[in-house]
């Protein structure tokens, strides 16, 4: 079956590579075969990078939105049973690193975020999807990345700016949950300063939004550029709908209702 990789001819449509790909198990053969079924698709279609490009510089237009990105991406995870779902943010002056324990990405999950009408996830138009998904959502991230590495299980590749879609297998060792560097583009003076700032307003206002995401129970936020760091928890009772949010030695109660718009 490798052999047909030699010629990515071979496949004359997107579901005949798809279901191929899937069928693999070795991880770097999945990302390399994806890379090359990429690259020959967009010789057949020049514009298909240039379409990508303008459907990710369309979805935001704030420098700083790849926070909510990766932390809506988080929340919509599948995480272990029993696990306590938790996301932590640590902002460095080049780089800012995302690592989530959640269950790790499927080769479902590879597939989508490297084509750019895909998507794994079909969010309700609801509170929860105030933000984007892995697929054409996660592009925007280039907004500000030169490269996005990926760590997942046995998945380790990145993706690069201007193509988007190409996956490039990286050095890497077998990682529980997931872990997402986005190396920032280096003309951008006084990123990680905005990003700093953002992610000061976030940390701030996390005891309230914490409430209203579906499954995230604790958020960390380490900045080394203002070498601050926080840790904030909420813990839910469906049955009485009760929350309590711990952060900062404090704890605060509320009580959730819900009604129909």
């Known amino acids: 079956v490798l052999a047909k990789m030699t010629d990515s001819t071979s496949f004359r449509t997107e ?16 990302i390399r075969a994806l890379h090359d079924w990429r690259r020959y698709q967009q010789s057949v279609v020049e514009s298909l990078t240039d379409l990508v490009s303008l459907l990710a510089s369309d979805q935001y237009t704030h420098a700083d939105h790849f926070l909510l990105e990766l932390l809506q991406n988080a929340d919509d995870n599948e995480y272990p049973a029993g696990a ?28 989508a975020i490297c084509y750019a009408a895909s998507s794994t996830k079909k969010r309700r138009k609801t509170s929860r999807t105030f933000i984007g998904e892995k697929g ?10 030169e490269a996005v590495e990926i760590h997942s299980g046995d998945y380790h590749f990145e993706l690069r700016d201007k193509e988007f879609i190409l996956p490039h297998v990286i050095a890497g060792e077998c990682t529980a949950g997931s872990r997402v560097v986005v190396r920032f583009k280096k ?16 940390s701030a206002e996390s005891r309230h939004f914490l409430l209203f995401l579906q499954q ?21 009772d469906r049955e009485t709908k009760r929350c309590l949010v711990q952060s900062d030695g ?7 209702e ?3 718009v």
Do not use: M
């Not at 943010?89 to 080049?94: E, K, Q």
């Not at 324990?101 to 080769?107: I, T, V």
């Open 258 to 260: 819900s009604f129909p």
């Open 250 to 256: 404090a704890t605060l109660q509320y009580h959730l």
């Open 84 to 111: 306590t779902p938790e996301l932590k943010i640590t902002l460095a002056a080049d780089a800012c690193i995302f690592a989530c324990n959640e269950k790790g990405f499927s080769a479902e999950n590879v597939y």
């Open 15 to 30: 579901a005949a590579f798809k279901e191929w790909f899937l069928a693999q198990s070795d991880p770097q053969v999945q």
């Open 187 to 202: 003309h951008l003076e006084g990123l990680a300063v905005t990003v700093s700032n953002r992610l000061k307003h976030l």
């Open 216 to 236: 995230l129970e604790r958020l960390s936020f380490v900045d080394r550029i203002e070498g601050t760091e926080r840790t904030v928890q909420v813990i839910r």
């Open 136 to 145: 054409i959502g996660f592009k925007s991230i280039f907004a500000v990345a």
